[in-house]
Every structure is written in C-alpha cells, then in structure tokens.
C-alpha cells in the first residue's frame, strides 16, 4: 500500500468515524434532554452507554492528530467501537420500554463436588420491553463468523428427508415480521461443537438462556433477542446453521435480511422507549386497603405541616408527597376509566382505620369512595370528592369503589395458590387471592406481600396474581407516635 493511499484511506476513516460518532451523541444528548423534560431522567438508565460514546469520540479526537498512513492508526480506526454502539443505539431506537444498557445478569452453574460454586453472569446489552426482554448486539461478519467455525471444524447440519411443511431448506422459516425460528431442533451433525468457547454466538446464546432461566419478570423469563446486522440469512449454509442451534435456545434472531422500520423523527421515537406503567392494568382494579386509605388520606390532598405528634412514617411521607403528588402523577392516571371493586375485608379493615383515627375529611373521604350516600350518582361523588381535595379528580374517575364478597374458587387457581393462602393473613388472603381468580390486577403498596408472593410462585414456575405496586403508602394523618394501626 502506498504511502498517499494509505494517508487517504486513514483520512477518510477517521473524518467518517469522527461524524458519526458526532451525531450518534447528538442523539443521545437529545433522548437524555428528552427524559429531563418529561421528569423520567432516572427511568432509563442511559447515561454509561452515554459516557462510553463520549470515550469513543475522545479517542477518535486523538487519533485525528496522528500520522493517517501508519498500519497502527489504520488498524484501530478499523477497530473502533463505534459501529458496535450505533449498532446498540439502532437497535434499542426500535425496541419499547427501555430500562438499561450493558447489564449482566446471574446464574449459577449446577453443583461439582470437584470446585466451589462461583456464579457465572451474561452481559445483556439493551433491557427492553419494562424488562421482560433481553436484546444482544453482535456486529460480527460473515467472514468472521465463517472463519470461527471453520476453526471449530463445523459441518453444516442437513437432514436428507424430505422438507414437507413448505419451509427453507436451511431449516429455518422466514416469519412476517423478518425474524427467524427453527423449522426443528438442529440436526445430530456439529452437536458436540454447540458449547465450543471459539464460536462466541452460540456461546452468547447459551449464556443468555442461562441467566434468563434464573430471572423472572413478572412471573415469567425474559425474551432474549439477537440483533446481527452484518449477518444475512438464506445465503450461507454454515451460517444458517449456527441460526437454527441460536434459535434453539429460545432466542429470536434479527439479521440483516430482516426488515427493519421505525419511526422518524426522533421526536416520534422517543415516547415509544419509555416504559408504560399502565400497560398490565386490567379494566376491572381490586383495590387493596393500602390504596383505599391514600385515596382518602389528607397527606394525598392537601398539604400538611409537619407537627411533633406526627409518626415518622408521616414525616417521610410528607417528604415524599412534596416531591411527587401520589394522585395525579399516578394513581389517578392507573385508575381512571377502569372498574374499581374491593374485597368486604379490604373495605372493612379500611373502615375501622379511618373510624379510630381518620381526621373528619378522612371519613368524609371514606364515604363517599365507598358510595355511602343514598342517591349519589359517580357524578355527584366526584363533585363532592373535588371539594374534599387541592387536585383535580378525573371525570373518568368511576366512584364508588364496589364493595365485593371475595368468594375464590380455589380450583380455578394453580396448585401453589394454596400454600400462598396458608402464608397470609385473612385480609391479604381475600385481596390477593380474589384479584388472582378473577384475573383482574390488584392495586397495592404493600411490598412485602407481593414480594412473598412472588417468590412462593415463581419457585413453582407458575404464574400469580397481576399486580400493580404503588411506589410509595400513604397513611392516614392521624397516625400517632408509638401507634402501629
């Protein structure tokens, strides 16, 4: 290579890479503006992937200043990051519901009397989807993947009966959508080279069904999705094989024969990452006792001034209601438009709260949430319920609460249903258990049940009741020191 072709070649590499990596900044700084102006910059937790293009572009800054036609500038230009966090960013611009980038998560390898256990982990590069799914980012050739297995000494795997069910002969099936799955489990041929450490992909794919395996998101494991942009399928045999043995762990594989669209401009992109909160509600809200009480407690509307008498359960939560109002930013938003019922237990224990401590708009509150005024329309307790509160009350708010026998049927519930009853009190018992037969999701703020619940059932790998956990409680005002009603 000559001397002027290689100071071209290096000119050309850096001032592309230095304008790429520029805009791909400038779009991240405009999603980090974006989260700032909707009050959710701790929703997404972008900022290290952030930083590391900000790395990247330092880099690149340096090497503009070096001699362009060395092999040394020139092979790490060709090295550089930035096509792998494009790659990331693509990716996750087409995705839902972002949490985080770069995340690694645990398993742990089954017991060997020969060696401790240590616990293993998989690196996750976009959780998407409120978490539910797991997206991996590969930006490997086909030269490159072509080179690995041939050093792993792959044969590609081929059946010679007949394909009858229409699909490729490569195994694998073309879905709408532009994915891939498997038309049957890899054949017997490469089999003994599926954990082979040199073919990192399958690698990555085993890894990740691992971690996904000892994870739960809402009863359930999460998705894992490959991203491979530089990858084609239908076109190389060897190639599609690895394909078929990836999706054979679960996975879904997007490559770069599949169609690929979002929207433009950014500003329609960006809602779209954000997660939904709303998005498990079900028409029909159980409402737990904790919530029945912050939706009559004064803390939720007005503000109170802190006193020496006042619990520092009180104090904290008063903090807490100045910084975020509980009813509009979230509970009002949860439960407007939605059928809104209570267990007779959820509503009595409420009752005997407000009745021993509840202030006189407390109880006033209470009354009218439960519909204890003859001839009221839901119009009329709404209007009634306004004059009770500093925040406007939705007129999709449907009052009364409806107050219902929990009669569960325990035969419609799996199994383990019957040891979380035996675990929890009489009251949580109808709450949780009514919600669950009844598929509809509980609203609750207490983390402790959800949580007990939540380990009982996963460890039975069946699925529990829908619920919506409130971040924060709100007691009712009179909660005095030294009282644990």
């Not at 094989?241 to 329609?268: D, K």
């Not at 159980?286 to 802190?306: E, F, M, Q, R, Y």
Request: proline residues 6%.
């Amino acid at each position: 290579m000559t001397t002027n072709t290689s100071q071209s070649e290096g000119a050309i590499l850096i001032s592309d890479l230095l304008q790429k990596c520029h805009a791909l900044l400038d779009e991240l700084n405009q999603f980090c503006a974006f989260l700032v102006d909707r009050k959710k910059e701790h929703a997404v937790e972008i900022k290290p992937f952030r930083n590391s293009v900000l790395s990247e572009l330092r880099s690149l800054e340096k090497l503009s200043t070096a001699d362009p036609t060395t092999d040394r500038t020139i092979h790490t230009l060709r090295s550089s990051n930035l096509p792998f966090y494009t790659a990331v960013w693509t990716a996750a611009k087409q995705s839902q519901g972002l949490v985080t980038f770069s995340k690694r998560f645990y398993w742990s390898p089954p017991p060997n009397p020969k060696s401790p256990i240590k616990k293993r982990c998989a690196l996750v590069d976009i959780v998407a989807r409120d978490g539910a799914e797991w997206i991996k980012v590969s930006t490997i050739t086909e030269s490159r993947l072509l080179f690995e297995l041939a050093k792993a000494s792959w044969e590609e795997g081929t059946d010679s009966s007949d394909n009858d069910d229409g699909g490729d002969e490569d195994g694998l099936r073309v879905n709408g959508n532009g994915t891939h799955t498997p038309l049957s489990q890899p054949s017997d041929s490469g089999d003994h080279l599926n954990d082979d450490p040199r073919i990192e992909l399958l690698t990555q794919a085993r890894d990740l069904q691992k971690a996904s395996l000892a994870t739960k998101i809402r009863y359930k494991h999460p998705q894992i999705h490959f991203v491979l942009p530089k990858i084609h399928a239908d076109r190389t045999p060897q190639i599609d094989t690895l394909l078929s043995h990836i999706l054979a762990t679960g996975a879904t594989v997007q490559t770069a024969s599949s169609p690929t669209t979002y929207p433009t401009p950014l500003s329609n992109i960006f809602p779209t990452l954000l997660t939904n909160p709303l998005s498990t509600l079900t028409p029909t809200l159980n409402i737990d006792c904790t919530i029945l009480l912050a939706l009559v407690s004064d803390l939720s509307h007005a503000t109170i001034s802190p006193s020496p008498h006042h619990h520092r359960a009180i104090t904290r939560q008063m903090d807490l209601e100045a910084q975020e109002h509980l009813l509009p930013s979230s509970l009002y938003p949860a439960m407007a438009g939605r059928a809104l019922v209570c267990t007779t237990e959820a509503a009595r224990r409420m009752r005997e709260i407000v009745t021993l401590i509840g202030t006189p708009a407390e109880k006033a509150r209470t009354d009218l949430l439960l519909g204890e005024h003859e001839d009221s329309t839901p119009a009329k307790l709404r209007a009634a319920f306004q004059e009770q509160s500093a925040y406007e009350v939705p007129a999709d708010w449907k009052l009364p609460v409806r107050v219902v026998e929990a009669e569960v049927d325990m035969t419609r519930l799996p199994p383990v249903a019957g040891r979380v009853a035996e675990l929890l009190s009489g009251i949580n018992r109808s709450v949780f258990l009514y919600g669950w037969s009844e598929g509809c999701v509980t609203v609750s703020s207490n983390r402790t049940v959800v949580r007990l619940i939540e380990g009982i059932v996963e460890a039975e790998e069946e699925v529990g009741p829908g619920v919506w956990l409130c971040g924060t409680a709100r007691s009712l005002v009179g909660k005095e020191k030294g009282r644990s009603a």
